[in-house]
């Protein structure tokens, strides 16, 4: 089968076929690393949108961000989608057939740390204190590229983990064009209170570099979540909660006067906060001082849940985080018993979802593995929500919840042409989003294995 990118006739007087990309099938021999060697030398040549004329995507079916469509299309023309519906009502200058596949909006990852990596490779404390920014940076545009290339066209990167405003620089980059990679919307350094995150257990001495920024009172508070805002944040993250107990232990950081603080502060520059939360009473503090969404909530109770629910604050279950990290300590998944970390994650799951509770998408990718989200898609299903939600949540939920859903989330005249084809139908099982054969993000194709 011949590779390469090509532009030709389909043999039809009337039509122009446009194919882009790998134009092998999707189970091609061609190795993933020669994929994605392939995909990263020519990803200048083929993400440049073809301005002037109109491409019609033909799918077997569309899902457009809330329910499938069988028999649709998508008509792109520039960065933006001109026309959804029916295929044979549509029409376009050229043509992308997507044989047997479901066409979707863009995936947008709900919690990632782009400068991390999986915790097996190297700790995080090590990570922290021994990679040097270059190498993170590095590491950073690498995580960038498998991200999108599997189908992930925005992400939501919840903090910098000790490398100062590096992912604000990756940010640039990507609009710029330098590397390839999703739309990222940023935390910068995140904030923590003094003396609860670490890297910590030095000399007092010593000062050690910390993967967050430190702030406390009225007056830091403010100018802290200032400062990081002025650097480039698009949204505030804080840490409501953290390892710091008399025995280790999860316990509050932050009074809910703090938190509303800091949450009225940036809401002022019309940015959110958002909180990194495992406790009952860390989660409660949170929502009572306005944060939008709970990250992690290992310790929710169904009084907590409720009031997420009546408070519309969503929660960000991190499940594929939590089963990871297990493994790293030698858990085999489907051979030794579960545990209690895990069993304990499935009843909040439960409890969240029988109070109503809106769960985005969003799997905390950086202590896994980049390019692996769809693990968190995998697993909501498997901890009790439906196919038909999970895509919800990491389309149309997760765009609404991040204030961008006048330009991504859903499959809508003159949203963003940011789009990406599986095989199969991921409605009916939820493992079809690991077979992405086709990307498009502002209307330019990243990826096309048809």
């Known amino acids: 089968m011949r590779r390469g990118i090509t532009i030709g006739r389909t043999g039809k007087a009337d039509r122009t076929r446009l194919k882009i990309g790998l134009t092998s099938p999707i189970k091609d021999q061609v190795s993933l690393r020669m994929k994605r060697t392939f995909f990263l030398l020519i990803s200048v040549v083929i993400s440049i949108p073809l301005f002037g004329q109109s491409i019609l995507l033909v799918p077997d079916r569309i899902f457009d961000g809330e329910n499938i469509h069988e028999g649709w299309g998508v008509v792109v023309e520039g960065r933006r989608i001109s026309a959804v519906g ?44 021994k990679e040097s920014r270059a190498e993170r940076v590095a590491r950073g545009t690498v995580h960038a590229r498998e991200t999108l290339w599997a189908g992930f066209t925005t992400v939501r990167d919840l903090g910098s983990e000790g490398a100062g405003y590096a992912d604000v620089g990756l940010k640039i980059a990507i609009q710029k064009g330098v590397i390839p990679g999703p739309r990222m919307l940023v935390a ?39 400062d990081q805002i002025g650097n480039g944040a698009d949204l505030i993250k804080v840490y409501a909660d953290y390892r710091w107990g008399p025995n280790g232990e999860a316990m509050p950081t932050f009074s809910i006067e703090e938190l509303t603080l800091m949450s009225q ?47 519309g604050v969503v929660f960000y279950p991190t499940l594929a985080a939590v089963e990871s990290i297990s493994s790293y300590s030698g858990w085999k998944k489907g051979v030794d018993p579960e545990p209690a970390r895990i069993t304990t994650k499935k009843k909040v799951m439960k409890v969240a979802i029988e109070e109503g509770v809106l769960i985005g998408m969003g799997g905390d990718v950086g202590v896994f593995s980049h390019g692996k989200n769809a693990l968190e898609m995998e697993l909501m299903v498997e901890y009790g929500m439906s196919p038909l939600q999970v895509l919800r949540s990491t389309t149309s939920l997760n765009a609404k919840t991040f204030h961008i859903s006048d330009r991504v989330g859903s499959l809508k005249t003159g949203l963003t042409a940011d789009l990406v084809a599986v095989m199969g139908k991921p409605d009916l099982d939820i493992k079809a989003v690991w077979n992405v054969g086709f990307v498009m993000k502002d209307g330019a194709v990243f990826r096309n294995d048809f």
Not at 93 to 119: A, N, Q, V
């Open 265 to 311: 502060t940036a809401a002022s520059s019309g940015r959110p906060v958002v909180a990194h939360a495992g406790t009952a009473e860390g989660m409660r503090r949170a929502v009572l001082g306005g944060v939008e969404t709970i990250e992690h909530g290992d310790g929710g109770t169904r009084e907590v849940f409720k009031l997420m629910a009546e408070r």
């Open 188 to 226: 910068g350094k995140a904030i923590v209170a003094t003396g609860s995150y670490g890297p910590a257990g030095f000399d007092p001495d010593f000062e050690v570099p910390l993967g967050a920024e430190e702030a406390d009172g009225v007056d830091d508070l403010i100018r802290v979540t200032r």
């Open 86 to 129: 029916p295929v044979s009502e549509l029409k376009g200058d050229s043509r992308i057939d997507l044989p047997g596949s479901t066409l979707l909006p863009g995936f947008i990852e709900g919690h990632s740390h782009f400068l991390l990596h999986p915790y097996n490779e190297t700790s995080w404390n090590d990570q922290v204190l």
